[in-house]
């Protein structure tokens, strides 16, 4: 239930709030009420909390407008119930004395425990709880001070230990907010909300709006709960490799030809980008693979040339404009090449990149340094989109963090061989390091030469130049592909064509996971290709230099035995990751999976939101360091937030198929980013 936590000041403004719900903690410490003032409050029939913190007035004067509360209310039933909330550190006398009145009253206990410095061991949580329990509480409401998703994790661990309606356990501040409204989906009787903005009266507040739209089932329209899913499924094409793909082919002069796409959001935000710098796109449906592409292009020096003439923009220059959609990717692949793009002849000389959605709340330019040694300037929104790109890029030495992932290395890679001096790249802590060999595979197919040694050190030679190529397949994609193959492995089995066994994606590890999970696995590799181009058949033999590899065929039968747990380090495979959670939550037993850290830039937090999402429905989850412990077993139905992130909607859809109770999503239009017809492939 909410709770709106009061704390305006003078009976009148009380009254207004308290009109506006159905249970109410009054901070007596905060709203100043007389004698006369508390018991016509109390004479309420609402549920109501009182509440006084000592931090804020004296135990005594905390005790007075505590007894007045008590002693104010009537014992009829006509009035609401009653609660009175003590700090969990009182003096035991006075803490005695008012517990002793407000049971005369019918009021339960709720012994408060605060601390806004830090959150304690879960030790020393559960000894607050027991000993409050035998101070003599009803309800014992743990607040602390979260500064890391570990600390959150570790304060939702209560709620599976201890009964059901006697724990109100959560995190105040941004980084534990979402605590607040888990804790009411998993067994808190009350979350503590605010009136507005201006009447919060502890950090991190819902408003009263807010949580009632986050636990209203309207706000959850989606009923995902699936019984199966189908025998045989094509794999949508990579979005990475298309991306990579389709800047390569517009970088290049002459026609580029993409066989095997399929439209994502993500990818189609790539085309619109080559088209808004003047390339020519051009879209064909074939019946296999889905789609060809073909783009037309006089090469980036040209498009540069374009893009300065005055006629582009009529008789209003202005600074060029790329947007990426809702594709950190794509804006990273582009911030470097916008270094190739500004036409100074006419004034132009600034391209400004903007993006969609949860993308421009993402920080994405942790540091402008790299771009600054490579003469060029961005000015952004504290590190998020928009951001204003100007001064051209030109070969040097630099060194770089590879930490927080390879995008912009990825960037760096497809852009700088196309300056006139030759590059040097020196990269620290290298992740994702399969997205990187992708990287350095697509532009050596279009031409391009770079080499590295053990990832750390990278030689960008200059005066590359893109060479077009009449005839490229786009891989099939591993990482949407990683959910069906689980999808069937945990229920009734599947078949999965159009996916490049050895090839660069990170996401293919998944097959030595389920076959270390007791899956069994059949590859099929066919010797030979077939392409619908428009109508006509095209068979391309081995020996043909327009081979084109659709993928191999992928079994999985419906599994005999219960999969075992697993222990993995997806730190170079971060998209993995929530495939590899419900993958844990189908195996018996406990499994472990390595690279947290890598989860909270992504279009959610998603460390945050697997805990979240998985906890509603029952899974015990825990975060320990960079490491998610997942333990397997039976989840109920709920209501889940996909947080507008592609993954996280397939995982919810994906883990229903071993739900028996119905499970509702509140948005499933995120899946069009990556993979548009997913759902279709669920019975």
Not at 6 to 27: M, P, T, Y
Not at 351 to 359: C, D, F, R, S, V
């Amino acid at each position: 239930m909410i709770c709106l936590s009061i704390g305006v000041s003078g009976l009148n403004k009380v009254n207004d709030a308290l009109s506006k719900a159905r249970l109410a903690e009054i901070r007596l410490d905060l709203t100043n009420l007389s004698r006369e003032e508390t018991v016509a409050v109390f004479r309420s029939k609402k549920d109501l909390i009182a509440t006084s913190r000592t931090y804020q007035i004296s135990y005594e004067e905390s005790k007075k407008r505590l007894l007045w509360a008590i002693l104010g209310t009537r014992t009829k039933k006509s009035t609401g119930k009653r609660y009175i909330d003590l700090d969990y550190d009182s003096p035991e006398d006075y803490r005695d004395e008012i517990i002793t009145a407000a049971h005369k009253r019918g009021f339960s206990i709720i012994l408060s425990y605060h601390n806004f410095n830090a959150t304690e061991s879960y030790e020393r949580l559960c000894e607050i709880y027991e000993s409050s329990i035998e101070r003599g509480a009803d309800i014992v409401k743990i607040v602390t001070n979260a500064k890391s998703i570990q600390e959150c994790s570790r304060i939702l661990q209560l709620y599976k230990k201890y009964p059901v309606n006697t724990l109100v356990a959560f995190s105040v501040g941004d980084e534990g907010k979402f605590t607040r409204l888990i804790s009411h989906f998993i067994g808190a009787p009350f979350v503590y909300c605010t009136l507005d903005d201006n009447s919060r009266t502890a950090p991190g507040q819902f408003t009263i709006a807010e949580a009632d739209r986050l636990i209203s089932k309207k706000f959850y329209p989606h009923q995902v709960s699936k019984k199966g899913i189908l025998t045989k499924i094509t794999a949508p094409a990579s979005k990475s490799h298309a991306q990579r793909a389709i800047l390569a082919s517009a970088w290049a002069k002459g026609k580029s030809v993409l066989y095997g796409y399929t439209p994502c959001a993500d990818s189609d935000a790539a085309l619109n980008v080559i088209r808004t710098l003047g390339a020519k796109v051009k879209i064909e449906k074939c019946k296999l693979p889905k789609f060809r592409i073909e783009i037309v292009s006089p090469g980036i020096e040209e498009l540069a040339k374009k893009l300065a003439k005055e006629e582009i923009f009529s008789k209003n220059i202005k600074p060029v404009e790329l947007n990426v959609g809702e594709s950190g990717l794509l804006c990273r692949l582009m911030i470097p090449t916008s270094g190739h793009l500004p036409g100074k002849s006419k004034g132009v000389d600034e391209i400004t990149i903007k993006g969609e959605g949860g993308l421009n709340h993402r920080e994405l330019f942790v540091s402008d340094e790299p771009l600054r040694e490579l003469g060029m300037e961005i000015k952004t929104q504290e590190g998020k989109l928009p951001a204003v790109i100007s001064g051209g890029l030109k070969g040097t030495s630099l060194k770089i963090s590879g930490k927080g992932g390879s995008q912009l290395l990825s960037g760096l890679l497809m852009s700088l061989p196309m300056c006139e001096k030759s590059s040097v790249i020196e990269l620290s802590e290298p992740t994702s390091i399969p997205y990187i060999d992708l990287t350095i595979k697509t532009i050596k197919d279009f031409g391009i030469n770079v080499t590295t040694t053990d990832y750390r050190e990278f030689r960008i030679p200059g005066k590359q130049r893109y060479k077009a190529k009449t005839f490229f397949p786009i891989e099939g994609d591993w990482s949407g592909a990683s959910m069906i193959l689980v999808a069937g492995a945990i229920k009734n089995g599947v078949t999965v064509t159009n996916l490049p066994v050895g090839s660069k994606q990170a996401d293919e590890k998944i097959l030595d996971i389920l076959r270390g999970c007791g899956a069994e696995i059949n590859i099929t590799e066919y010797p030979k290709y077939l392409v619908m181009c428009g109508d006509e058949p095209c068979v391309f033999k081995e020996d043909d230099k327009k081979e084109i590899i659709l993928g191999s065929q992928i079994d999985i039968p419906k599994p005999k035995n219960p999969l075992l747990p697993f222990e993995f380090d997806a730190t170079n495979a971060p998209d993995l990751f929530p495939t590899l959670v419900v993958l844990a939550l189908n195996c018996a037993g406990t499994s472990k999976i390595k690279g947290v850290q890598r989860l909270s830039n992504k279009e959610s937090n998603r460390a945050e939101s697997l805990l979240c999402e998985f906890t509603k429905l029952g899974a015990h989850i825990d975060i320990e360091g960079d490491w998610m412990i997942v333990e397997g077993g039976r989840l109920h139905g709920g209501y889940c937030s996909s947080h507008n992130d592609h993954r996280i909607a397939m995982s919810i859809i994906t883990a229903s198929l071993n739900i028996d109770q119905k499970v509702y999503v509140d948005d499933l239009n995120c899946i069009s980013k990556s993979f548009p017809d997913f759902i279709k492939n669920f019975k």
